[in-house]
């Protein structure tokens, strides 16, 4: 586990690199489409502009012992999640529009203002609550919030533009390290179909290997946890990126088993359930 301050030059590093990318890009690259829903590599990049504003504040809000709904909003996890995300997903479009031919230069802009607003972060604020529209969160999950979006968003637009693309694997760790405490149960609701609750084991290899259970079905909320001596239902295998790619909804599980991405043992029939 990185420290905050190591968190901080990775969301600094990797967002300077995808600057440097995007340079590269042609005007029919800005306007391909993603694989993220409706949008184009452009509102992506707006997308993750504009979250520099929503996150940084917040983050020193939280820093400063403040961690209550900025004024306007809903407080933190009250409301439609589902509603939520759609409206950001117009809201990316909208600020793209308004920024023209200027999304690169707005991108890069705000990954030095947010490299401001981290710059006084020390360890000593890892656990600090900060409001999220989602539910409140420590300092150290918004960072690694942040490192998800910009390497998953990353995926979005350049495996459309290049098939051989992969997730950073200097980011993986950050990822893994949230999924339990922020995405799985509250972004990703697997199991929803089952009528009771089942474990279900991923067997990860390649960058950032670990065994991890997660537990989903009955009506109950799901929740991801180290696997321990608890029997699994079923046990998946696949490498990490599917992991998180099959966890973000970029990927179905249906055709990840087809092209034996992901290999199962034990209830097979239990398996297929998963995310349905």
Request: charged share 25%; with cysteine.
């Amino acid at each position: 586990m990185d420290s905050i301050v190591e968190k901080v030059a990775l969301v600094s590093k990797e967002s300077a690199r995808i600057g440097e990318y995007l340079k590269t890009l042609s005007r029919d690259g800005w306007s391909t489409e993603s694989a993220c829903g409706a949008w184009q590599v452009s509102d992506v990049v707006a997308h993750l502009t504009g979250a520099v504003e929503r996150f940084g504040p917040n983050i020193l809000r939280g820093v400063a012992g403040d961690a209550s709904a900025p004024e306007g909003l809903p407080a933190a996890g009250v409301g439609d999640m589902e509603a939520r995300l759609r409206a950001n997903a117009q809201v990316a479009i909208d600020f793209r529009e308004s920024l023209g031919d200027g999304v690169l230069t707005a991108y890069n802009h705000g990954s030095v203002k947010f490299d401001e607003y981290l710059s006084g972060l020390v360890e000593a604020d890892k656990d600090k609550p900060c409001y999220h529209a989602a539910g409140t969160i420590s300092v150290e999950t918004y960072l690694n919030l942040r490192i998800t979006e910009l390497i998953v968003h990353e995926w979005d637009f350049r495996s459309r533009l290049d098939p051989a693309a992969v997730l950073s694997p200097d980011s993986l760790p950050a990822i893994m390290e949230m999924f339990p405490v922020f995405v799985v149960g509250r972004l990703f609701h697997p199991g929803s179909s089952l009528p009771a609750p089942s474990r279900f084991r991923f067997e990860l290899t390649g960058a950032v290997p670990g065994s991890h259970d997660i537990v989903a079905g009955g009506g109950e909320k799901a929740l991801m946890e180290s696997a321990s001596d608890k029997r699994p239902d079923a046990i998946l295998g696949c490498d990490t990126q599917t992991f998180v790619l099959l966890v973000y909804g970029r990927i179905n599980f249906d055709d990840a088993m087809a092209e034996g991405r992901i290999g199962v043992s034990g209830d097979s029939a239990l398996a297929a359930q998963f995310g349905r």
